[in-house]
């Protein structure tokens, strides 16, 4: 069964303290990766796509990497404005229309 | 561009009432999407459509029915409203085989 799971559930950092968030995945056959940022009440908001084993990209504070099984958002020197819930989703069809998503990780950076 | 957009922001319904909720986009875009995000859930995916008048279920379809009479167009219906059907719902749209861009959702309460 295609599967994505997103730790820690929760994290919480003060500003200026840089971490990582993991979203590890079991699909036959790997087409992407894309990362979303949620804030509240909010609809989730496109940050990134990966595509392939060792592929980076970067915005910011923030850096998306990936492997063959996991992708890693990293945080540097975050900031309060970074607070929120960061989904990762894998589609599992060729056309990427179903994609599946983890249940994302809330994090809150304090001042 | 205003992107996607959703009505109604709240809805309350009551058990066994039907209603339908509004989704348009104006980017163009083939591909138009339904979610329902649920406390602790991932995204699930109820329907799908990659064009006008092609529609396909996605992972939790029962109780809902859709259709996709234009391009921008792609509304949600409920028929007969169950509490399980108390949920966030998420509008989605794309380009084929690209990141998906989301609505400001539509949160619903059957009681």
């Known amino acids: 069964e295609d599967q994505v799971t997103q730790s820690p559930e929760a994290l919480r950092l003060q500003e200026g303290e840089s971490s990582s968030l993991n979203c590890s995945y079991t699909?036959?056959?790997?087409?992407?990766l894309f990362w979303y940022r949620q804030d509240p009440g909010k609809g989730p908001e496109f940050l990134f796509t990966?595509?392939?084993a060792g592929e980076e990209k970067e915005k910011e504070r923030l850096k998306a990497t990936l492997t063959k099984k996991e992708s890693f958002l990293h945080i540097t020197a975050p900031k309060p404005e970074d607070s929120a819930t960061y989904l990762c989703?894998?589609?599992?069809?060729?056309?990427?229309?179903?994609?599946?998503f983890g249940t994302g990780t809330r994090l809150l950076v304090s001042p | 561009n205003a992107g996607v957009t959703q009505t109604p922001k709240f809805r309350i319904l009551k058990i066994g009432q039907s209603m339908t909720l509004q989704c348009a986009q104006d980017?163009?875009?083939?591909?138009m999407y339904w979610y329902r995000q649920d406390p602790g859930m991932g995204l699930k995916l109820i329907y799908y459509?990659?064009?006008?008048?092609?529609?396909d279920k996605g992972e939790v379809p029962n109780g809902y029915n859709v259709s996709r009479s234009t391009t921008e167009d792609f509304p949600l219906r409920l028929e007969l409203a169950a509490p399980s059907q108390t949920s966030v719902y998420f509008c989605?749209?794309?380009?084929?085989?690209?990141?998906?861009?989301f609505g400001p959702g539509t949160r619903l309460t059957v009681t």
């Open positions: 459509s990659v064009g006008a008048g092609i529609t």
């Open positions: 989703a894998v589609p599992v069809n060729t056309g990427f229309q179903k994609l599946v």
């Open positions: 989605a749209s794309s380009l084929p085989g690209e990141e998906q861009y």
């Open positions: 699909v036959s056959g790997l087409r992407g």
């Open positions: 980017m163009n875009h083939n591909y």
């Open positions: 990966l595509y392939s």
